[in-house]
């Protein structure tokens, strides 16, 4: 199984972007998704997840009322809408996958995509 994201790039502060990320494969019959981000010396944080069926979300504080994760019909692909961004969101972003339930845990999650970096400049 592998999990490809996209959509990082370098942004000023207060626009935004969309990160999304699609699976090529299934494990489970079923999973919940996730992103989570690391920035340099730091360790990875979580951002955000999402149920099988899209219906429950969750979010780290840090991001909550400014990122929004969705998941297509198709329940292959999520999406990461990122807007307001500031400099304290620069990290390299990355997708996770997972069995049922959603959750905030980074064990929880046993395929995990490459990464993509977003830099926000101030």
Known sequence: VQLQASGGGLVQAGNSLRLSCETSARTYDIFAMGWFRQAPGKEREFVASISWSGLSTYYGDSVKGRFTITRDPNR???????????????????????????????????????????????
């Open 76 to 122: 292959n692909r999520v999406h990461l809408q990122m807007n307001s961004l500031n400099p304290e969101d620069t990290a390299i972003y990355y997708c996770a996958a997972g069995p049922e339930p959603p959750t905030t845990q980074r064990d929880r999650y046993e395929l995990w995509g490459q990464g993509t970096q977003v830099t926000v400049s101030s």
